[in-house]
Nanobody
Framework: QVQLVESGGGLVQAGGSLRLSCTTSGRSFSSYSMGWFRQAPGKERTFVASINRGGASTYVADSVKGRFTISRDNAKRTVYLQMNSLKPEDTAVYYC???????????????WGQGTQVTVSS
């Protein structure tokens, strides 16, 4: 099992920025693909972004393309989600996810953190 801990959430005004971090205790972090998902109040969980184990390939949802960037630092066993130009519709609980097999499709992620709240005010 991979243990994931998210941090960096908070309250921000529309147009502002936040950087989320997810740290794992997994000894083989460099071999994991990593992803971010979010769940807004009253809505289903949706895919936000993913990154392959080497960090060379990233995938982002259309709704956040151009505003959000996913990256990773394998030495720190950490994946980041840089969120810029935040909108009220970005308000959600953001979850970090991992796939130990290195896959990047949303359906393949099986390990999850506890989530961190992001609230964007208008």
């Amino acid at each position: 099992q991979v243990q994931l801990v998210e941090s960096g959430g908070g309250l921000v005004q529309a147009g502002g920025s936040l950087r989320l971090s997810c740290t794992t205790s997994g000894r083989s972090f460099s071999s994991y693909s990593m992803g971010w998902f979010r769940q807004a109040p009253g809505k289903e969980r949706t895919f936000v972004a993913s990154i392959n184990r080497g960090g060379a390939s990233t995938y982002v949802a259309d709704s956040v393309k151009g505003r959000f960037t996913i990256s990773r630092d394998n030495a720190k066993r950490t994946v980041y989600l840089q969120m810029n130009s935040l909108k009220p519709e970005d308000t959600a609980v953001y979850y970090c996810a991992a796939d130990i097999l290195g896959r990047t499709r949303a359906v393949d992620f099986g390990s999850w953190g506890q989530g961190t709240q992001v609230t964007v005010s208008s």
